[in-house]
Nanobody, 121 residues
Framework: QVQLVESGGGLVQPGGSLRLSCAASGSIFVIEAMGWYRQAPGKERELVATITSGTSTNYADSVKGRFTISRDNAKNTMYLQMHSLKPEDTGVYYC???????????????WGQGTQVTVSS
């Protein structure tokens, strides 16, 4: 089994910054793509950013130039640095990882429990 644990969420004023972390643990053989998604109240979950094992990145248009996704493969950890935060960035941020486990079962997409980000004055 694989566990993903997000941290770093909180309350921040508009224009502020936060850094989210997602730590993966368990029977990991290799982590393929990872990503951050968010869900605002009353809305569907949406993609924020993804990063491949080769560190190619992709961002939602709404966060380009403000957010940066990165990963530390040695630590099985992914990060989301968020700057110039806006009230519309408010939501629960979820970590996702496509993992091949040590028993070489087919790759599976795991999800974390989420961390709340609130941007408000």
């Amino acid at each position: 089994q694989v566990q993903l644990v997000e941290s770093g969420g909180g309350l921040v004023q508009p224009g502020g910054s936060l850094r989210l972390s997602c730590a993966a643990s368990g029977s990991i053989f290799v982590i393929e793509a990872m990503g951050w998604y968010r869900q605002a109240p009353g809305k569907e979950r949406e993609l924020v950013a993804t990063i491949t094992s080769g560190t190619s990145t992709n961002y939602a248009d709404s966060v380009k130039g403000r957010f940066t996704i990165s990963r530390d493969n040695a630590k099985n950890t992914m990060y989301l640095q968020m700057h110039s935060l806006k009230p519309e960035d408010t939501g629960v941020y979820y970590c996702s990882a496509v993992v091949t486990t040590s028993d070489h079962s087919p790759m599976y997409n795991y999800w974390g429990q989420g961390t709340q980000v609130t941007v408000s004055s």
